[in-house]
């Protein structure tokens, strides 16, 4: 069995690199995603459903975008500063995720329910960016 570990992480020695690359863009482009379905600004949709002020689901929809793309921008700048951008949009991400379980989905924390869904995983990506920066 070491043998066939040994073996698969030949194979894969070379692009070890993408792993973080393929979760950084798969949550980068979720946040980019999310905050180009509010456009144009102000989102009619925040406004109806949750009662936000223009500005505060503007805000919202900007911050979305941000944060995706600070992200991604982070993991082209291979010294502290990327780190830091990186560090950055992931604090962007999990506090967009925490006001959003304790707005939208509150009665998620009495059930099984916050844990099937995607929400839970964007968070914890977040978090896993926002403790390791770019280290990889």
């Known amino acids: 069995m ?3 570990n040994n073996r698969i992480n030949a194979v894969f020695e070379n692009i ?3 792993s973080s690359w393929l979760i950084r ?7 980019i995603v999310h905050g180009l379905s ?3 600004l102000p ?10 002020s223009a500005s505060l689901a503007s805000f919202v929809a900007v911050s979305e975008l941000v944060a995706g793309t600070i992200l991604i921008v982070g993991g082209f700048i291979s010294n502290y500063l990327g780190s830091l951008l990186t560090r950055f949009g992931a604090l962007l991400i999990v506090v967009i995720m925490a006001v959003a379980f304790s707005i ?5 924390f009495v059930t099984t329910q ?4 995607e929400q839970i995983f964007l968070f914890l990506i977040g ?3 926002l403790i390791r920066g770019n280290e990889e």
Not at 104 to 108: N, V
Not at 114 to 117: D, K, V, Y
């Open 2 to 4: 070491e043998s066939l």
């Open 16 to 18: 070890n690199f993408l």
């Open 25 to 31: 863009l798969g949550l980068g482009i979720s946040f």
């Open 38 to 40: 509010k456009l144009p």
């Open 43 to 52: 989102p009619q949709g925040l406004i109806d459903y949750f009662g936000f």
């Open 104 to 108: 939208a989905h509150r009665d998620w």
């Open 114 to 117: 916050l844990f099937t869904s």
């Open 127 to 129: 978090l896993y960016f």
